[in-house]
RNA sequence: GCGCCCGUAGCUCAGAUGGAUAGAGCACUCGCCUUCUAAGCGAGUGGUCGCAGGUUCAAGUCCUGCCGGGCGCGCCA
């Protein structure tokens, strides 16, 4: 159900017809044409371009299409009134009635409403947050991860099958520096004075519980055992003590993935996906044994001509080709991910999305090109990048430190500002632009903090219903005095203007998942609030605006509808950003 | 040097698959509380859409070249 596809589609029938009067070439092809909200509403409820995509193919002047298409849509009896405007708009005007059963299709449709098949079902893999399991999340993971997950929701509104995925970086370098660490931390809960953090090791409190739980596991037996060994039995403690510490953050984000991926589990006994992935890559000739050459520019001292195996990404549009395994032997982080990403097209993924974060702006290339390669070209990987998040303090910038291990936690931003602005102000700006964070300003109570503002919009709409309980005690939202209410008498423009609104978000929906952009959602939902916190102003001066009128119980059921279909698609929409959706504010 | 991202009102940003006179919030000016939540609403001021070409009936949007800012650029993940 979609208002503006349906007008769509009348408009094609129409062109139709005019062709087979003759008015219009017979072949012409109806393509290209759209049924869009006008940006002046001044000019009708919905405009067209069908005249001026058209006039080209048919060698007719805009001007004349659009007339003979207004003569004919004009016959139409919900159509009120067909104007042709500029170079040949096409602006229809419909009679309220037509608007007014358009908040039936609404309610009909309920959570669903605005939900779309787009998807047709795809399975679909989001790969996001991803941080390393070396310490609790801090504030830069979290926009990526709330756009990961806002992003998920979206796809799965829009009728994916989507997978919500986070790879464990649980096999690199900064493991044995997590490993490290944590075994400094044993011996301080064994009593030992350690001093100073060692450059280059963790600094963070975050790691003294582990060190005092495996003091209490293992006494004094570490310290005697040769450090590779030692080092294992701390890592393979320290890897989960960390996971869980980022699934506490996840959770309190309200943030839920449905596959924790683990490098490590890319090599199971005597099986090695990454050795494996190469050697099918190797198969196809895509892997070869090369020097690359130095970056140009400015002549870098330390550069070291060596030969390394690498891979072909070339060969699928990457700047350079990339290097597979490190001059010791061992591999880059560039080789698992490529068997990681093998294991999701095997594991029935064509469709990936990897949000990252716009540090890695350099490996969108390569990842694309792997994917292309490992898949024959059949798979696809869409990497996102979430540009940076500037903190600020009442203006002030505020600096993170991470040698000093004064980093902000995806925590304390919990504890300061909450869930629901954390989120909503991440998503209340485009991925690809940098982001500013003021912890005063999230916390505000006002027009100027966009997340209460939609809030209490959802909130005053169930404040209507609180109240019309002690008027008219039956008609609450799911009564059928309300969802079966005469809404012809719904004629106020301001009242039209929500439900035309309404009638927008699945288009919405569709054109947001399309674009892997949920940063329209939060938008729209604000220009409802808008709408409505307006209608609502007027009720003030004009006491017939308001949703309750004590003496007209036919028309307080018919208003009553439309708030309820109003609370419901800002929910819907919340719901997809992952905010609440509260009943009051006080 | 190369790649990616960004450049829109004084500030922070939207701008749908290319559509009409480019929008919102903040700031500034002026109205509105005997009120279903004034935690709000309305009106006004404010623009060479970084610059220059090109494609098109139509360009903030697409293409090319510049300018400015951010990020990155062979064994960090």
């Known amino acids: ?177 997590l490993a490290k660490s944590a075994y400094l931390r044993y011996r301080e809960a064994l009593g030992e004075d350690i001093g100073e953090i060692p450059e280059g090791l963790y600094p963070g409190d975050y790691l003294k519980p582990l060190g005092a739980s495996l003091a209490q596991q293992h006494g004094k037996a570490l310290l005697t055992l040769p450090e590779a060994e030692r080092l294992t039995i701390v890592r393979d403690a320290a890897i989960p003590a960390m996971m869980a510490l980022i699934r506490t953050d996840l959770a309190d984000l309200g943030i839920k993935h449905d596959v924790f991926f683990s490098e490590r589990s890319l090599k199971h006994g005597n099986v090695d996906e990454v050795a494996a992935t190469i050697g099918s890559l190797r198969a196809k000739g895509l892997v070869y044994q090369g020097n690359l050459p130095p970056p140009k520019g400015e002549p870098d001292a330390d550069w070291e001509d060596r030969e390394q195996t690498l891979f072909k990404s070339t060969q699928f549009g990457d700047d350079t080709d990339r290097a597979l395994l490190k001059s010791d032997g061992s591999y880059t982080y560039f080789a698992p991910d490529i068997a990681y990403h093998k294991t999701k097209w095997d594991r029935g993924f064509a469709r990936m999305i990897t949000v990252v974060g716009a540090d890695h702006a350099g490996y969108k290339k390569r990842l694309e090109a792997a994917v292309r390669a490992i898949s024959d070209g059949k798979g696809e990987v869409d990497v996102q990048f979430c540009q940076m998040v500037r903190l600020f303090k009442n203006g002030e910038p505020f600096k993170m430190s991470k040698r000093a291990g004064t980093f902000i936690t995806v925590r304390d931003v919990i504890d300061e500002v909450g869930r629901d602005p954390i989120r909503f102000m991440m998503l209340y700006r485009k991925a690809n632009s940098p982001l500013d964070f003021d912890f005063a300003k999230v916390t505000e109570q006002s027009k100027e903090n966009p997340v209460f503002y939609v809030q209490m919009a959802h909130a005053r709409a169930k404040s209507v219903f609180r109240n019309v309980a002690e008027i008219f005690p039956d008609l609450t939202a799911t009564s059928a005095a309300v969802t079966g209410a005469d809404l012809t008498r719904l004629s106020d423009a301001g009242e039209l203007d929500i439900v035309k609104k309404l009638a927008y978000f699945p288009v919405l929906v569709a054109a947001a998942a399309r674009a892997h952009e949920p940063h329209r959602i939060a938008f729209y939902l604000y220009e409802l609030a808008s709408s409505f916190h307006g209608h609502w102003a007027r009720g003030n001066e004009t006491p017939q605006l308001r949703y309750i009128q004590a003496d007209d119980k036919d028309l307080t059921a018919a208003r009553l509808a439309l708030v309820g279909a109003h609370a419901q698609v800002l929910a819907t929409g919340l719901a997809i950003l992952g905010v609440g959706a509260p009943e009051e504010l006080r």
């Open 1 to 177: 159900m979609n208002i503006f596809a349906d007008i769509e589609k009348r408009i094609v029938a129409a062109l139709d017809a005019l062709k087979i009067e003759g008015q219009l070439p017979d072949d012409l092809v109806l393509d290209g044409i759209e049924a869009t909200p006008p940006r002046d509403p001044t000019h009708g409820d919905v405009a067209s371009n069908a005249a001026m995509v058209l006039a080209k193919a048919a060698r007719m002047k805009p001007r004349d299409i659009a007339d003979a298409l207004a003569t004919k849509l004009a016959a139409e009896p919900d159509i009120a009134k067909v104007d042709v405007a500029g170079p040949g708009f096409l602006n229809l005007t419909f009679v309220p009635a037509f608007w007014q059963q358009a908040i039936l299709a609404f309610r009909e449709k309920g959570t669903e409403y605005g939900r779309t098949d787009l998807g047709l079902g795809e399975r679909i893999n989001v790969e996001y947050c991803s941080a390393n399991p070396t310490g609790p999340m801090h504030v830069g993971h979290c926009r990526g991860t709330v756009f990961g997950d806002a992003l998920s929701n979206l796809l799965a509104f829009a009728g994916y099958d989507v997978t919500r995925e986070y790879y464990i970086n649980d096999a690199g370098g900064q493991i044995d520096v």
